[in-house]
T-cell receptor
């Protein structure tokens, strides 16, 4: 069964520094997608970045980049130049599709705190 | 703003009652997903609809039901509510449900906070 593991319950980073949030996944399906979402304390789930299993290059979206290592089954999120507004929960998720249906399987999340 | 609209944003109700959560997907999106987020269970997939038809079912209780209407909005009905049903309920949408377009991003609404007292 597909599974997402986020081993860091909490992370701290100084403002303006870079931080890496870890995510490993387990799937036997050769075709899959990996997502990162941000959930601030207000509760909404904000899409950050996507990586497809067949994508040759690591995805980037502004200050977010995804360090995709397929052989190691890891999809770590790198946030550069951290800002105070980056303090939030971050969820890694994998999209699995079976028989025409698709759903996201989420990890337990990492709480990121950016210190001034 | 993700374009996914959920109402109500907050709801407090008593045990044994029934509530309906409503979701309007992003314009052009045919797939609607419902997720439940609770402290002890994390984010759990409940159910998916695609263009009015149920496509996938997750950890959805028999007391819960959902449907997607011809205008593509969706409703999640929660009945015989228990204290443990208190959670944040998310609706999400995407363009397609087929695995051929696995790159479709799934966008989430702001969620409906349900408190059962």
């Amino acid at each position: 069964a597909q599974k997402i593991t986020q081993t860091q319950p909490g992370m701290f980073v100084q403002e303006k520094e870079a931080v890496t949030l870890d995510c490993t996944y387990d799937t036997s399906d050769p075709s899959y997608g990996l997502f990162w979402y941000k959930q601030p304390s207000s509760g909404e789930m904000i899409f950050l970045i996507y990586q497809g299993s067949y994508d040759q290059q690591n995805a980037t979206e502004g200050r977010y980049s995804l360090n995709f290592q397929k052989a190691r089954k890891s999809a770590n999120l790198v946030i550069s130049a951290s800002q105070l507004g980056d303090s939030a929960m971050y969820f890694c998720a994998m999209r699995q599709g079976e028989g025409g249906s698709e759903k996201l399987v989420f990890g337990k999340g990492t709480k990121l705190t950016v210190n001034p | 703003d993700s374009g996914v609209t959920q109402t109500p944003k907050h709801l407090i109700t008593a045990t044994g009652q029934r509530v309906t959560l409503r979701c309007s997907p992003r314009s052009g999106d045919l797939s609607v997903y419902w997720y439940q987020q609770s402290l002890d269970q994390g984010l759990q997939f409940l159910i998916q609809y695609y263009n009015g038809e149920e496509r996938a079912k997750g950890n959805i209780l028999e007391r819960f039901s959902a449907q997607q209407f011809p205008d593509l909005h969706s409703e999640l009905n929660l009945s015989s509510l228990e204290l443990g049903d208190s959670a944040l309920y998310f609706c999400a949408s995407s363009v397609d449900a087929g695995t051929s377009l696995i790159g479709n991003t799934i966008y989430f609404g702001e969620g409906s906070w349900l408190t059962v007292v």
